[in-house]
């Protein structure tokens, strides 16, 4: 394991005597909290790294520790770093929230021509539990994370936007997409420049209609603003996906975006692309070890986890983050060729040209 800097924005509360966070938000009005962590960072997906310490940026001054924070996360692109900005999903305590982000840049660097990253890491205040009724006190408090769209403008605001390179990567997973999209609605007005080298939304548990250009639902094109904050996005989605297929899609009665991918496709807006890591997740190339952990089931690790446990999913993001807003290179346009579901092309964009 290596030694990694995890840098955090967070909206839940903290006690300064006991140094603690806890598992609720602060007041919609409170500054965010944020600082730094020092993890231990597994090179592996199968191992979890450790958390050794954190320390709060001027707690007397959040607001000031908040500034600092992010110009000292997007700093280090000046030496080849890329900034992440790493939104979790459900069941995660803030501690596993610092890791899992230490563990997701390890995971990634792993890759042929990987770039160095720099996490940080908003951690809503899930409540580290995985029980039904956690669950829904966990989407209750994701969906108090319009204070993301406090972060979303603090980064815009350090943001040096004579050099789009060093523009940051976003990468939200499951819960997180429903946080990030919370966050996203709150922007008003919305941001005037793009933030986002690629914006990444992996397993989201949200409803498909995110990006429709029209309906009457809460959730209705709630996510269409993204488009103009990053120079792309990749919307990952798998079938198979048992957490939100089967489980999400029952407790919220209706269909998920990590299922189905965002819907209608025709209303996409041009640089968002809905990519399905089907075969990829449900048949490994070749040349990928795909061995589950003892004590994990293949709905979570394999349908549900691609996205860092799928090395050809992981290699997949990165030729998209190396792009930019470009064509990304292995993807392909237009339906699944079966060959190439199990080969270096695993990545099926929508819609056909």
């Not at 006991?18 to 962590?37: I, N, Q, T, Y």
């Not at 922007?187 to 989201?204: T, V």
């Not at 237009?334 to 929508?350: F, S």
């Amino acid at each position: 394991m290596s030694v990694r800097t995890v840098h955090f924005a967070t909206n839940r509360s903290y006690d300064p005597v006991r140094l603690r966070f806890g598992v609720k938000p602060e007041d919609g009005a409170a500054p965010l909290w944020s600082g730094f962590a020092a993890c231990l960072a597994a090179p592996s997906p199968a191992v979890d790294g450790r958390l050794r310490s954190f320390d709060v940026a001027r707690p007397e001054e959040p607001e000031t520790g908040l500034r600092e924070t992010i110009a000292d996360w997007l700093g280090s692109a000046g030496n080849g770093e890329v900034p992440l900005l790493f939104v979790h999903g459900f069941n995660f305590g803030f501690e596993d929230a610092l890791v899992r982000a230490a563990d997701v840049a390890a995971w990634l660097e792993g890759g042929p021509g990987a770039p160095r990253l720099r996490p940080l890491v908003f951690t809503w205040p899930s409540n580290g539990l995985g029980t039904v009724a956690a669950y829904h006190d966990d989407q209750a408090d994701a969906a108090a994370a319009p204070s993301l769209a406090r972060l979303f403008r603090a980064i815009a605001d350090a943001m040096p936007q004579e050099n789009p390179a060093r523009r940051p990567v976003l990468l939200a997973h499951s819960m997180g997409v429903f946080a990030t999209r919370c966050g996203v609605q709150a922007l008003k007005p919305p941001l005037p420049q793009r933030i986002f080298r690629h914006a990444f939304l992996m397993a989201g548990d949200d409803w498909t209609d995110v990006f429709a250009s029209t309906g009457a639902s809460a959730s209705a094109g709630a996510l269409r603003p993204l488009a103009a904050m990053a120079e792309a996005v990749t919307v990952g989605f798998n079938a198979a996906d048992g957490v939100v297929w089967l489980v999400s899609e029952a407790i919220n009665d209706g269909p998920r975006l990590g299922a189905n991918g965002p819907m209608p496709r025709a209303e996409l807006p041009t640089n968002v692309a809905a990519v399905d890591y089907s075969m990829a997740a449900a048949k490994p190339p070749p040349w990928v070890q795909q061995t589950i952990p003892n004590g994990e089931s293949e709905t979570n690790w394999q349908a549900h986890q691609y996205y860092r446990n799928n090395a050809a999913v992981r290699a997949d993001m990165l030729a998209a983050i190396a792009a930019g807003g470009g064509a990304v290179a292995g993807r392909r346009k237009g339906r699944h060729d079966p060959a190439a579901g199990v080969k270096e092309d695993p990545a099926c964009w929508y819609p056909p040209p």
